[in-house]
């Protein structure tokens, strides 16, 4: 059946499209895409974090391209998480700005449309903070521009709370998503979940900026990266945000290992159905 029939039929519906990240256990893109093939998944994540992933060979690509055409699996990359794109240093900001660019080629190359990125960290305390926002949004303009000659979506993700971090709390996320034009979100329910903001009243914030979801459950003090159901997030109020919203994923679940990410897919179903 053709993508356009698919995807219209599942609006009416309302039905959810659920993928999964790249797994700490097997650390390889292809058995995990090929996890994701046999097991239906509408989506899949490649995660640049892990030292594999950093320059797959051109035959790892047109063979996770082709896993990914033949069974109707959509991709998303995530760029490599301690790149310090905040950075005021022009010394760092080039090698960061090199690996960006390698990591929107590759999205290119795979048939991704969409690239998650992380905000950077502080690189000064206290009031000297107000630095390393300028100078993300300005780097993170560069990098939009550079995804659009790509076709590629830049989709920033909220952090999770610590004082090193930027864009944890929704007033700062916010604020950058609004500074940059043509840039979206990836919105990760467990970081909001450690802030002082509920992850529904989060999301019904950023809703209109939102073109990823990565789910997973904590107990509101740590990222834990729990299965859904094993922390205190209040999925049923989350899921009729995002029908209100018609928003219906991706929803990428960060679990480990497979069992968990079967388990959650199950528990998201039931969860989103009642909600």
Request: aromatic content about 10%; some cysteine; glycine content about 4%.
């Amino acid at each position: 059946m053709d993508r356009f029939y698919i995807i219209t039929f599942r609006n009416i519906l309302m039905e959810p499209e659920i993928g999964f990240m790249n797994q700490l256990t097997t650390k390889n893109v292809l058995t995990d895409l090929r996890f994701a093939a046999k097991h239906n998944f509408d989506w899949f994540e490649i995660d640049l974090d892990w030292k594999q992933n950093f320059n797959l060979k051109p035959e790892t690509i047109r063979q996770i391209k082709k896993i990914a055409e033949e069974s109707d699996v959509r991709l998303i990359v995530h760029a490599a998480s301690p790149l310090p794109i905040s950075t005021i240093i022009p010394e760092v900001r080039k090698a960061v700005f090199l690996n960006l660019k390698k990591a929107i080629a590759l999205a290119q190359k795979v048939g991704a449309d969409r690239l998650t990125i992380h905000p950077g960290f502080r690189e000064m305390p206290g009031p000297a903070a107000k630095l390393s926002y300028k100078s993300l949004i300005k780097n993170l303009r560069e990098v939009v521009r550079i995804g659009k000659q790509h076709n590629v979506t830049v989709c920033l993700e909220n952090f999770n709370n610590n004082p090193f971090f930027l864009c944890f709390e929704l007033e700062d996320f916010l604020r950058v998503l609004n500074s940059v034009r043509g840039l979206k979100a990836t919105f990760d329910v467990g970081h909001a979940n450690t802030t002082k903001t509920k992850p529904h009243n989060y999301f019904r914030v950023v809703k209109n900026f939102v073109m990823n979801m990565h789910v997973h459950d904590n107990n509101g003090m740590a990222d834990e990266h729990k299965g859904i159901g094993e922390g205190n997030i209040n999925f049923n109020k989350l899921f009729s945000e995002c029908k209100n919203a018609n928003y219906l994923g991706p929803f990428i679940l960060e679990v480990f290992p497979y069992k968990n990410i079967l388990r959650s897919r199950k528990l998201l179903l039931d969860l989103w159905n009642k909600a």
